[in-house]
């Protein structure tokens, strides 16, 4: 076992090569405009709720998504809960989601009073598995009066939130159909995906709405962001009003038709973002090279893999995830502290949202391949820059 | 009355001194270091949920506010949100607030499944009129297993929340003594009241916690911010906690405690704001400084006041507040009307929230005050620079 250990250390270190400093996990660069779009802002004293970067910001995004509209808000999980409340999650309402995502996705559900049903994943793509999905909606679900109640809690499904996992997009032909035929709204949550497309199209722009985070961990960042992304005109308008509190436009007065949110991005922020955002298209380059270096460094390890897009995908490999063979799972732990050992800032994944105490009630389906991949991933660092450095 | 519109721009045109450009009603002013720290944050690469303007921003702040403890968030609304959760506020708990308050006061309660319950304010104050809160907790509250219940809707009231309006301080004493007498906790909404005091002591540090705004309308900004101030280092620790998603400290585990949320100030902001509060004190005496001189200009004017401070406060005076004589206050909107003609952005006060159709069937107090005042002010332009500027 300790030889199993070293192998993996080794295989790493041979492909970060790493000088003595700790490598981290993902670190962000800002090595185009960020400056001078920044001091931009600052000089033009226009930092915060208004401001020409949040709009620039917005447009830039929606094209390079390939969606009509993107409305920037302060970070993923307020896109994710208003992209929900748009859906129709209402108190009491149930959300399809996987188990395996950061708390984020059932904390969403859970501030508009809903809260997260959770169904098993897919090996091959580590995002919700459609034929799952769709037996299990066969078991559980009633049509009643146009709506999909479980029938087990005789609460209504409202909405499908699938979670394109470390930038690995979904099966979303299979998840579309199951949406389509359950008559329920398809919400991306693509916080992970900004750049990762399935069929040439990109992720976040499948559903009726998707969900972005530029936190500082992603791909690109804007100190704390996160964007809804929406061919809907009127779904992009609704967005827009509700996360800037609702308010009646009107040259003075100050009166509000919904309850909304202070969900607004800051300009100062949204500048940094329109830098970030020109660096897109090489980070990816860099990523997918990195990517390709760890699967060719794990080519001939026999005790896991790392994973691989499918054919339909082309991934932003925003982490890199080792999937550990079932028999070593145990070491999981062990690996984690050999890598952090010699500076890798390796980490696992999430624990499984069902296996939380605050959500160990929810309803679901039995959960098999998530409890499984979750013991034996060991996410290693994908910072795109690591995929510049030793491009040989 | 053509002559009483004319009257007032006349004066308000006199402390402005207009030069053809349109005067805003609040701008912000980067003055300092703003520029230096935002770039150092940039090039530390710490711009999002870790670094040392996060840290520093919230020791700065907690000790210009005279507390122990200050968390910064993303924005006001979220400050209030937690210190409101921290506070006990859960689903069907009442708050005490006013009407005549921005509306992420009541906003806040209801994220929690919480509702406001309206009470009159004070004209010597425009906060919260602690007679009348007295009184009517009095007349429609029975104490019952500890709790104290709204008789006419079975619901328990938890708490306390004044909102110092436009900067002036509410009245401290007086709340606090309610406050004990009934045994709820006293949460400030000081939003707006960075800086101003209540005999000689900060508001925001009152209460068991107190919830500021850094807003780009407020007298200092992060773009977009706020923050929770208390003594209490076990509520500062739960704030903290709460606000950074409940995450379990673990080298590289995701484990998550609570339903928490993902309310951090992004380092990239706190660095801004680091740079503005070293100029609170300069912004607190322009302002001061301005407000002498609306209200000396007023001083002859026949059909209003400019609200001045109680002698136990002493004001930020964020927002001047033209308060309209009773007989006037039909004419508001063509005293703004003409105030914009010659480029002076006034507004009103905020519609009262028992107005808005999301909160009129709240519980509430009757709002003689309170509905009288809302239609007689008018908030003059108060950015700092203008205090400055013309001293003479």
Not at 250 to 256: E, P, Q, T, Y
Not at 368 to 378: C, K, S
Request: proline share 5%.
């Amino acid at each position: 076992m300790m030889k199993f250990r070293q192998e993996i250390v080794e295989i790493v270190e041979g492909v970060l090569r790493p000088g003595g400093e700790p490598i981290a996990l993902h670190e962000p660069e800002f090595s185009g405009v960020e400056e001078e779009l920044v001091l931009d802002c600052i000089r033009s004293s226009f930092v915060s709720s208004v401001g020409k970067y949040v709009d620039q910001f917005e447009h830039e995004l929606a094209s390079i998504c390939g969606v009509d509209h993107a409305v920037a808000v302060v970070n993923g999980t307020a896109a994710l809960q208003v992209a929900l409340r748009l859906s129709g999650v209402r108190p009491g309402s149930e959300v399809i989601m996987p188990s395996l995502t950061f708390v984020a996705t059932a904390n969403a559900a859970h501030y508009l009073g809903g809260l997260p049903h959770f169904v098993d994943i897919s090996e091959d793509t580590l995002g919700v598995n459609p034929i799952a999905l769709r037996n299990h909606l066969n078991r559980v679900t009633d049509k009643r009066t146009g709506r999909l109640i479980n029938r087990d809690t005789g609460r209504p499904i409202d909405a499908i939130v699938p979670m394109h996992a470390f930038g690995h997009p979904s099966d979303l032909d299979g998840l579309l159909e199951v949406a389509d035929e359950f008559n329920l709204p398809l919400i991306e949550d693509a916080a992970e995906a900004l750049g990762s497309r399935w069929r040439g199209k990109s992720c976040g722009s499948f559903g009726s709405m998707g969900a972005l985070s530029f936190n500082g961990n992603k791909i690109i960042t804007t100190g704390g962001g996160g964007a809804i992304l929406t061919d809907d005109a009127e779904l992009a308008h609704q967005a827009k009003h509700l996360t800037t509190t609702a308010k009646v436009l009107h040259r003075w007065a100050f009166s509000h038709d919904e309850i909304g949110y202070n969900f607004r991005m800051p300009n100062l922020n949204a500048a940094l973002g329109v830098a970030q955002l020109r660096q897109i298209e090489s980070r990816i380059r860099s990523k997918r090279n990195l990517a390709k270096r760890y699967q060719n460094a794990f080519s001939d390890f026999g005790h896991g893999y790392c994973f691989e897009e499918r054919p339909e995908a082309q991934s932003n490999y925003w982490l890199n995830a080792l999937v550990l063979n079932p028999e070593v799972a145990d070491a999981r732990d062990e690996v984690l502290e050999s890598l952090h050992e010699v500076g890798v800032m390796a980490r696992p994944a999430w624990e499984p949202l069902h296996q939380l105490s605050i959500y160990r009630d929810c309803p679901r389906d039995d959960l098999p391949v998530t409890e499984g991949l979750a013991r034996r991933i060991v996410n290693l660092p994908s910072s795109s820059f690591l995929g510049e450095l030793y491009c040989g």
